[in-house]
C-alpha cells in the first residue's frame, strides 16, 4: 500500500479534521503530540501528515508534495488552484461578509474596500456592478474603517464578536466557508482506491453528523 500525504492546516482545523478520521475508522493516535513538528509519520496506517500554514496546503497539493489536503474555501476561492475539490466537511464552518461602520455609505466616487482577501473581494464588487478600489491588509482588518483608510471591509466572520466590539456591522454575506477534501490530479489517478476509500468513509461520519444536527 502506498504512503499518502496529507496536508494539514495546523490549529482548530486539524483538530477537527483528525476526530473525523479517527471516527472513520483509521487508525491514528487517539491524541497527536505535534510539539513542534512539521511532518508526522502514521505507520499503522501508512499516512504522513505535513503540519502547515492554512494558505499554504493548496499549493502543497497543487504541486503534489501532498496527495491530498484540508482547506478552507475561502483560501480556495481566494487563490484558484489546480486542485479536485472531493468533500465538503462540514467542519470550521463560517462565511465571508462585508462590514463597515454603522449607518454609513460607500464612497459614490471612489469607494476603497479593505480585506486579506482581493480576489473574493473583486469578483464579488465586480459581479454586483460596484467599482472599488481594494486595499490588501494581512491583519486588524477591523481598524480600516475606523481610520478612514477604507469604507468597507470584507473578511471572514464566525460570531461577529470581534466586529461587534470593533463598532461595526454586517452589510452583505457574500460566501459560506467551510473545509473541504482536495486532491492533487495526478495523485487522484495514482492512489484513485486509496484517495475514494478515505473519500467514501468520510463522507459517511459527515453524513451522518449532518443527519444528527
Given at each position: 500500500?502506498?504512503?499518502?500525504?496529507?496536508?494539514?492546516?495546523?490549529?482548530?482545523?486539524?483538530?477537527?479534521?483528525?476526530?473525523?478520521?479517527?471516527?472513520?475508522?483509521?487508525?491514528?493516535?487517539?491524541?497527536?503530540?505535534?510539539?513542534?513538528?512539521?511532518?508526522?509519520?502514521?505507520?499503522?496506517?501508512?499516512?504522513?501528515?505535513?503540519?502547515?500554514?492554512?494558505?499554504?496546503?493548496?499549493v502543497y497539493v497543487e504541486h503534489g508534495v501532498a496527495d491530498i489536503g484540508i482547506a478552507g474555501k475561502d483560501v480556495l476561492l481566494e487563490q484558484g488552484r489546480t486542485v479536485h475539490e472531493?468533500?465538503?466537511?462540514?467542519?470550521?464552518?463560517?462565511?465571508?461578509?462585508?462590514?463597515?461602520?454603522?449607518?454609513?455609505?460607500?464612497?459614490?466616487?471612489?469607494?476603497?474596500?479593505?480585506?486579506?482577501?482581493?480576489?473574493?473581494?473583486?469578483?464579488?464588487?465586480?459581479?454586483?456592478?460596484?467599482?472599488?478600489?481594494?486595499?490588501?491588509?494581512?491583519?486588524?482588518?477591523?481598524?480600516?474603517?475606523?481610520?478612514?483608510?477604507?469604507?468597507?471591509?470584507?473578511?471572514?466572520?464566525?460570531?461577529?464578536?470581534?466586529?461587534?466590539?470593533?463598532?461595526?456591522?454586517?452589510?452583505?454575506?457574500?460566501?459560506?466557508?467551510?473545509?473541504?477534501?482536495?486532491?492533487?490530479?495526478?495523485?487522484?489517478?495514482?492512489?484513485?482506491?486509496?484517495?475514494?476509500?478515505?473519500?467514501?468513509?468520510?463522507?459517511?461520519?459527515?453524513?451522518?453528523?449532518?443527519?444528527?444536527?
Amino acid at each position: 500500500m502506498s504512503e499518502l500525504t496529507i496536508a494539514m492546516p495546523k490549529g482548530r482545523i486539524f483538530e477537527e479534521a483528525y476526530e473525523l478520521l479517527i471516527q472513520a475508522g483509521f487508525n491514528l493516535p487517539a491524541e497527536m503530540e505535534m510539539s513542534r513538528k512539521l511532518m508526522i509519520e502514521i505507520p499503522e496506517e501508512n499516512i504522513r501528515f505535513i503540519l502547515a500554514k492554512p494558505m499554504d496546503v493548496p499549493v502543497y497539493v497543487e504541486h503534489g508534495v501532498a496527495d491530498i489536503g484540508i482547506a478552507g474555501k475561502d483560501v480556495l476561492l481566494e487563490q484558484g488552484r489546480t486542485v479536485h475539490e472531493l468533500l465538503d466537511l462540514k467542519i470550521s464552518e463560517c462565511y465571508i461578509a462585508s462590514a463597515g461602520l454603522p449607518n454609513t455609505t460607500m464612497d459614490e466616487i471612489a469607494p476603497r474596500i479593505a480585506t486579506k482577501y482581493p480576489e473574493i473581494a473583486t469578483k464579488y464588487y465586480k459581479g454586483i456592478g460596484e467599482q472599488v478600489e481594494i486595499i490588501e491588509l494581512n491583519g486588524s482588518i477591523e481598524l480600516a474603517p475606523m481610520i478612514g483608510l477604507a469604507d468597507r471591509i470584507v473578511d471572514i466572520v464566525s460570531t461577529g464578536r470581534t466586529l461587534k466590539e470593533n463598532g461595526l456591522v454586517e452589510y452583505e454575506h457574500i460566501t459560506d466557508v467551510s473545509s473541504r477534501l482536495i486532491a492533487n490530479p495526478v495523485s487522484y489517478r495514482l492512489k484513485g482506491a486509496r484517495i475514494t476509500d478515505l473519500v467514501r468513509r468520510l463522507k459517511k461520519i459527515v453524513n451522518e453528523q449532518v443527519k444528527d444536527a
